[in-house]
Nanobody
Framework: VQLQAYGGGLVRPGGSLRLSCVASGFTFSAAFMRWYRQAPGNLRELVASIGSGSNTNYADSVKGRFTISRDDAKNTVYLHMNSLKPEDTAVYYC?????????WGQGTQVTVSS
């Protein structure tokens, strides 16, 4: 099982990034997918989630700015991030949840700074 997250980087406040997480080794279409983030000194927090039926949920701090989506044909979940703020700086992780399993990717760093 692998979850490979990429797309992070350095961006200025107000900018945009798209994170991708490519999955392998399990039935992606059946998985509940989540993006988490963790800033230095903080607990890991849930950012967004998407179910197998593409229903979505967001943390209040990112509502209206972030969009989670999935492409089951590509075994990929995305996090589109707009209007980025310095407080969005963190390592972003993707997470896959199935009935009996829970998998994590390695994380990708997002830094929002001028």
């Amino acid at each position: 099982v692998q979850l490979q997250a990429y797309g992070g980087g350095l961006v200025r406040p107000g900018g945009s990034l798209r994170l991708s997480c490519v999955a392998s080794g399990f039935t992606f279409s059946a998985a509940f997918m989540r993006w988490y983030r963790q800033a230095p000194g903080n607990l890991r927090e849930l950012v967004a989630s998407i179910g197998s039926g593409s229903n979505t949920n967001y943390a209040d701090s990112v509502k209206g700015r972030f969009t989670i989506s999935r492409d089951d044909a590509k075994n990929t979940v995305y996090l589109h991030m707009n209007s980025l703020k310095p407080e969005d700086t963190a390592v972003y992780y993707c997470n896959a949840v199935l009935i009996t399993s829970d998998y994590w990717g390695q994380g990708t760093q997002v830094t929002v700074s001028s």
